[in-house]
């Protein structure tokens, strides 16, 4: 029986019922994490590349006081265009419900969500993690400890390359969370291909995946995997341009006082300043690319649970 607080739209309902793949979305990066109007044109695109790929997208979100799978294109211009909307996580996802204010869901609150609408891959831009700093500022994003508990695949580019890419993998390994690269054995840095790091696991495609999930349902480990996709060789912006602006946003950030959430919607949204707009060409590309390998793995589950 469905849960009264969640509520699907009518192209996630019929393909709920007929038992075809979905792929989750989430909205904070439309709210919080690119600018209008891009925002609204590369939500909308991202939608159309689950449906290309031969999926079905439920972009997520709270609006007027129920979990949203799946949005209609009036809804995403209101969460786009809206100034006064909740980035909610694992903490405040309930509270958007009880007091019926507009949320955009994280990756740690669209896992949620999607893993209560029996939903099993999700695509994003890049997960949070561990922020540089870490040591005094105890900034660790609820994203981390999601893994450890919503039963979903996620798809991104790796880890926002604002934070310490190195801590955050330790942490990741830590909750036993499976971070698997999509194609190479090189951990992603977000705008960057190359993290410098190394992926703990590889894969070379969609089926891949699904029979690493079986595997993992059959032994009884709950949990998510993080699938880390490289943006599109034609797309990335090399690891030391990257870091100019990514210090100079995080001086600005501290001189300022920024924290707490405020501080990665600022620092990416100083990156687009920074770079002269490359950055959001950047990100645009890379959440495509998760868009289109998360209707894959969709497509390949969909197939294993026959
Ligand atoms: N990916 C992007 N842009 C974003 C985000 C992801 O390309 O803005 C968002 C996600 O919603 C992620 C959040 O969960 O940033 C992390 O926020 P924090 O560091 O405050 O946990
Ligand atoms: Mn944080």
New binding site residues.
Partial sequence: MDKDWLAFSTEVASARTQGRPVVAL?S??IS???PWPRNLEIARTLEATVRTAGATPATIAVLDGRVRIGLDDADLERLARASSVM?L?RADLAFAVSTGRPGAT???ATMIAAAAAGISVFA?????GVHRGAETSFDI???LHEFAKSDVVVVSAGA?AILDLPKTLEVLETLGVPVVGWGTDRFPAFWSRDSGLSCPLSVEDAEDVARFVSARRALGLSGGILVANPVAVEAEIAREEVEGWIARALDEATSRGISG?A???FL?GRIVELSGGRSLET?RSL?IGNAAVAAQIAIALTATED
């Fill in positions: 989430e904070t990066i919080h994490g690119l980035k996580s994280t990756v740690a994003t831009g890049g997960i949070g994003s609820a994203d926002k959430k501080v990665t919607p990416l990100n959440v």
